[in-house]
């Protein structure tokens, strides 16, 4: 299986100069050692950075809290996973020996990708068309961020440090499954509680999952 080039620059509307390096960005490491990973760790921080100093500028007037509660609603796992199915990044990805069917390759890795391409274009383009590419994507999602979404894992932690003084304890139980399939198991607890389980393709994705249930389960609102 091997990747359209063309249509994926297309797709994005950037065409690269080092086109192994947008490959690498699609490439999860079941299918070759050389893989998205580190490009994903790069464009993590790229989306970050921008996103950060888009919201400084349009909302001046924020305070700090106000303006890591809309980061974090916009640079996350989920929302990067609906800007790659925005682009169909899913119908590009290599994932196993032989690659895979789009149908196949798990949530996590598609969101993933987002991030990495990201980072690809950071290397090979330039901070200010990734830039431009970070606004262009995320512009709904930044239009929509005047209502802070506030997610359960913040919520659980300020319902806990308000009445307790301490933090939630999150534990790793179990983390099963391939290693392009995985999936975790995690428990929450805070002070005089019994913990609640959540699951998810990734770590960060089953501790929402149990700070969800645990809400749920004593009705925070």
């Known amino acids: 299986m091997k990747i359209d080039i063309k249509k994926i620059e297309k797709k994005i509307n950037i065409k690269f100069f080092n086109k192994d390096l947008l490959i690498d960005s699609l490439t999860h490491k079941s299918y070759s050692k050389k893989n998205y990973e580190k490009l994903e760790f790069l464009g993590d921080r790229v989306l970050g950075l921008i996103i950060a100093k888009k919201l400084l500028k349009k909302f001046p007037n924020e305070n700090e809290g106000t303006l890591d509660k809309k980061l974090a ?22 994932v196993g020996n032989n690659g895979r069917s789009s149908k196949l390759i798990e949530d996590k890795i598609i969101s993933d990708c987002c991030e990495s391409l990201l980072g690809a274009i950071y290397i090979d383009q330039g901070i200010n068309v990734v830039e431009k590419f970070i606004l262009r994507m995320w512009s709904d999602h930044l239009n929509s961020s005047e209502n802070t ?12 440090l308000k009445k307790y003084k301490i933090l939630p304890v999150y534990k790793l139980i179990e983390n099963t499954g391939p290693r392009h399939k995985p999936m975790f198991k995690v428990s929450v607890k805070i002070k005089n509680s019994k913990f609640v389980i959540g699951e998810g393709l990734s770590k960060k994705e089953a501790e929402q999952n149990a700070a969800k249930s645990f809400i749920e389960k004593i009705g925070i609102k």
């Open 149 to 160: 979404f506030i997610d359960s894992k913040t919520k659980l932690q300020e319902f806990s």
């Open 73 to 94: 609603s916009l640079v996350n796992k989920k929302k990067c996973y609906e800007i790659a199915k925005s682009l169909q990044l899913e119908k590009f990805i290599l």
